[in-house]
């Protein structure tokens, strides 16, 4: 089992930063991918961005590129998001999730999920 525990989250207006911290126990930790995922109200959880194990290879969805950086300090058992240029239609709950195979965007490859973190965003 891992365990996942996300924070960071809250309120900000457009064109602000945030960084969310997804804290993770049970297993051994660098063993995983690992994921972001965000699902807005009325909405599908839908891929935000993913690390190998190692940090080294990441992956974003369209949208988010160049705004939003995933990166993980497994000393720590921690992965990151760091979110800039944020924008109103970024608000969700973001999930940070464990994948037990290879790197992944899809939901169904992630078994393990934390509580997830609200974010908003003011225009």
């Known amino acids: 089992q891992v365990q996942l525990v996300e924070s960071g989250g809250g309120l900000v207006q457009a064109g602000g930063s945030l960084r969310l911290s997804c804290a993770a126990s049970g297993r051994t930790f660098s063993n995983f991918p690992m994921g972001w995922f965000r699902q807005a109200p009325g909405k599908e959880r839908e891929f935000v961005a993913a690390a190998n194990w190692a940090g080294t290879i990441t992956y974003y969805t369209d949208s988010v590129k160049g705004r939003f950086t995933i990166s993980r300090d497994n000393a720590r058992n921690t992965v990151y998001l760091q979110m800039t240029s944020l924008k109103a239609e970024d608000t969700a709950v973001y999930y940070c999730?464990?994948?037990?195979?290879?790197?992944?965007?899809?939901?169904?490859?992630?078994?393990?999920w934390g509580q997830g973190t609200q974010v908003t965003v003011s225009s």
């Open positions: 999730a464990a994948a037990l195979r290879g790197l992944a965007n899809r939901v169904s490859d992630y078994s393990y």
